[in-house]
């Protein structure tokens, strides 16, 4: 890009790795103005994409993660022993935790959806400000800004913050040298939330009840047009096992999911918290 702009090779790596690793604002105030550059930079920012989609899939999908998973989980039922020993001073497990069987009983839904709260709304924030902390307090150091900037540009980055929240900017190189880096392990951090979030028992069940919704609607639109309320024998096979659901079916409930319940979720959320943000800001 540096060659086809004309442009210091230091320029044309600042702004690439400003756009690879979705900077708050670029390390360097160049922009292609020709349609060569403009092509190479349309193309890099497609790699980007699936290059941090690579990288977030694969951290997500390591073992460790899966250890992280486990012990986000035990951390619901280890809250749910504490508050029993507290309340009734019994230290051990009830029995009704086991089944007729002898096997021991799933975790209810209560207690997963529980873990899946603490998570989302205490122990990841609780990371990503620790996070803010120590590399803001790192960059303040080196570019001589006040700690709370130094925290506002990293929080900004990490949060990926439409609109930072301070006007500063790095400098130095030393300084642009620790935003890459903050930024490359973002990504990382990216992929470990995804993939601890995305292992709970709730996300599952959440998947469950979504491939569940488009086989009700199925159902319901057999009883509208036929008046028939139960499946036809049709949804199981000759050997009685019940049939796959259908990949129209499939592609139906992700349309449904991604167009219309997601984004309703985002809008509602968005009401709410654009609402409180509003209320503190007086806008």
Same mark, same amino acid.
């Given at each position: 890009?540096?060659?086809?702009?004309?442009?210091?090779?230091?320029?044309?790596?600042?702004?690439?790795?400003?756009?690879?690793?979705?900077?708050?604002?670029?390390?360097?105030?160049?922009?292609?103005?020709?349609?060569?550059?403009?092509?190479?930079?349309?193309?890099?920012?497609?790699?980007?994409?699936?290059?941090?989609?690579?990288?977030?899939?694969?951290?997500?999908?390591?073992?460790?993660?899966?250890?992280?998973?486990?012990?986000?989980?035990?951390?619901?039922?280890?809250?749910?022993?504490?508050?029993?020993?507290?309340?009734?001073?019994?230290?051990?497990?009830?029995?009704?935790?086991?089944?007729?069987?002898?096997?021991?009983?799933?975790?209810?839904?209560? +207690?997963?959806?529980?873990? @899946?709260?603490?998570?989302? /709304? *205490?122990? $990841?924030? %609780?990371? #990503?400000?620790?996070?803010? &902390?120590?590399?803001?307090?790192?960059?303040?150091?080196?570019?001589?800004?006040?700690?709370?900037?130094?925290?506002?540009?990293?929080?900004?980055?990490?949060?990926?913050?439409?609109?930072?929240?301070?006007?500063?900017?790095?400098?130095?190189?030393?300084?642009?040298?620790?935003?890459?880096?903050?930024?490359?392990?973002?990504?990382?951090?990216?992929?470990?939330?995804?993939?601890?979030?995305?292992?709970?028992?709730?996300?599952?069940?959440?998947?469950?009840?979504?491939?569940?919704?488009?086989?009700?609607?199925?159902?319901?639109?057999?009883?509208?047009?036929?008046?028939?309320?139960?499946?036809?024998?049709?949804?199981?096979?000759?050997?009685?096992?019940?049939?796959?659901?259908? +990949?129209?079916?499939?592609? @139906?409930?992700?349309?449904? /999911? *991604?167009? $219309?319940? %997601?984004? #309703?979720?985002?809008?509602? &959320?968005?009401?709410?918290?654009?609402?409180?943000?509003?209320?503190?800001?007086?806008?």
């Amino acid at each position: 890009l540096a060659e086809v702009e004309g442009w210091k090779i230091k320029d044309g790596f600042y702004y690439i790795i400003s756009m690879l690793c979705g900077l708050p604002t670029p390390l360097t105030e160049v922009d292609p103005d020709t349609d060569e550059g403009k092509l190479v930079d349309v193309i890099v920012a497609l790699w980007a994409l699936a290059l941090a989609g690579t990288i977030i899939g694969v951290v997500g999908g390591l073992s460790v993660i899966n250890r992280l998973v486990d012990a986000a989980e035990s951390f619901g039922q280890r809250f749910k022993r504490a508050a029993r020993k507290v309340v009734t001073g019994a230290d051990e497990e009830a029995p009704a935790a086991a089944g007729e069987d002898g096997e021991e009983k799933p975790v209810s839904l209560a +207690l997963n959806i529980f873990t @899946f709260l603490v998570f989302i /709304f *205490i122990i $990841i924030p %609780i990371v #990503i400000i620790l996070v803010a &902390v120590i590399f803001g307090f790192i960059l303040a150091e080196v570019e001589g800004w006040k700690i709370k900037d130094g925290f506002y540009y990293i929080i900004s980055m990490l949060c990926g913050l439409p609109t930072p929240l301070t006007e500063v900017d790095p400098d130095t190189d030393e300084g642009k040298l620790v935003d890459v880096i903050v930024a490359l392990w973002a990504l990382a951090l990216a992929g470990t939330i995804i993939g601890v979030v995305g292992g709970l028992s709730v996300i599952n069940r959440l998947v469950d009840a979504a491939e569940s919704f488009g086989q009700r609607f199925k159902r319901a639109a057999r009883k509208v047009v036929t008046g028939a309320d139960e499946e036809a024998p049709a949804a199981a096979g000759e050997d009685g096992e019940e049939k796959p659901v259908s +990949l129209a079916l499939n592609i @139906f409930t992700f349309l449904v /999911f *991604i167009f $219309i319940i %997601i984004p #309703i979720v985002i809008i509602l &959320v968005a009401v709410i918290f654009g609402f409180i943000l509003a209320e503190v800001e007086g806008w």
